[in-house]
């Protein structure tokens, strides 16, 4: 029914039809391509398409390069800490002879002009690893990862890449406990760097060290550095031990009061060099001529008149 005036409305609203769009989007299509291929007329719209597009790659490609980053630098992480292992391993079993270099440097000075001089014998080590601190809450001691099975023995010395850490006192068959320097029960002789002056250096807990039965009024001044004198046939000589940090000086009392820090990390977890006994010089061989046997020495020659 419809109204006055007005056509009804259509119940479906028709477009072209499906085959005239078709032809005419191909046709359209077809057009656009030999244009653009021709006079490159659509060079604008492949810019700014490739514009706009960016970032959406960009994000796309995100949580790619981020897993790509994080795998690439546990990676290196990993080749440093191996690299890093590997050199303090090399630099722990130099530590012997690096550790004594300077002393021996000023002892070859005051020796020089001696004819008996002779050359300090070199001793054998063995890396060891720091496991952890003894149970004891009163006593400074730590275990190594190496025992009797591996030739450790008890009384031998333990230092570090620094110093002296403190001796080993007993032994089981495939760790070791190592009494450190700061425990109260340990002393070592030592004897000042600057001017040989020999003293006792005891441990005083807390991480310290106290130099004992030095006289109050003795050459010693606060910095200088104490090293292992050897008297005691358990420390080669040389060994940096500690340096001197405060200097109590009391007219009252026949010593003074010495407190020293450790140079080497003796409160500190991680590797250590036991030393073993010192290495033998190669012998001579038997048939050397002795020094009243060789030509020259021992007997004069004479000389026959003319």
């Known amino acids: 029914m419809s109204v006055a005036g007005h056509a009804p409305p259509p119940f479906f609203k028709r477009g072209p039809a499906p085959l005239v769009r078709l032809a005419f989007f191909v046709s359209l299509s077809l057009i656009l391509?030999?244009?653009?291929?021709?006079?490159?007329?659509?060079?604008?719209?492949?810019?700014?398409?490739?514009t706009v597009a960016w970032p959406l790659q960009r994000i796309t490609w995100m949580p790619i390069d981020a897993a790509g980053d994080a795998g690439a630098y546990f990676s290196r992480q990993t080749t440093l800490l191996r690299e890093n292992e590997e050199l303090r391993r090399r630099q722990l079993g130099t530590a012997n002879l690096l550790l004594r270099q300077q002393h021996l440097e000023l002892e070859?000075?005051?020796?020089?002009?001696?004819?008996?001089?002779?050359?300090?014998?070199?001793?054998?080590?063995?890396?060891a690893e720091i496991l952890y601190a003894a149970r004891d809450p009163f006593s400074r001691r730590v275990i190594i990862d190496k025992g009797s099975q591996h030739g450790i023995a008890a009384g031998q010395a333990v230092v570090d890449d620094i110093g002296v850490i403190g001796q080993v006192a007993r032994v089981f068959p495939l760790t070791a406990e190592v009494l450190l320097l700061t425990d109260k029960d340990q002393a070592i002789p030592v004897e000042v760097q600057r001017n040989g002056l020999r003293a006792v250096l005891a441990g005083a807990g807390a991480g310290m060290m106290e130099l004992r039965f030095l006289a109050a009024n003795a050459e010693i001044q606060i910095g200088d550095m104490l090293v292992t004198s050897g008297?005691?046939?358990?420390?080669?000589?040389?060994l940096p031990v500690a340096k001197v940090a405060k200097i109590d000086r009391d007219s009252s009392y026949s010593f003074a009061r010495i407190t020293c820090e450790p140079l080497a990390g003796v409160e500190?977890?991680?590797?250590?060099?036991?030393?073993?006994?010192?290495?033998?010089?190669?012998?001579?061989?038997?048939?050397?001529?002795?020094?009243?046997?060789?030509?020259?020495?021992?007997?004069?020659?004479?000389?026959?008149?003319?």
């Open 108 to 127: 070859n000075k005051r020796l020089r002009a001696l004819l008996d001089m002779r050359a300090r014998l070199p001793a054998e080590g063995r890396i």
């Open 268 to 306: 500190r977890h991680g590797l250590a060099l036991v030393l073993g006994g010192r290495l033998a010089l190669p012998p001579q061989p038997d048939d050397a001529p002795s020094i009243a046997e060789q030509p020259g020495r021992g007997k004069r020659v004479k000389k026959k008149a003319p």
């Open 231 to 238: 008297l005691d046939g358990v420390y080669l000589p040389g």
């Open 33 to 50: 391509l030999l244009a653009d291929l021709r006079f490159h007329t659509l060079e604008w719209a492949r810019l700014a398409v490739a």
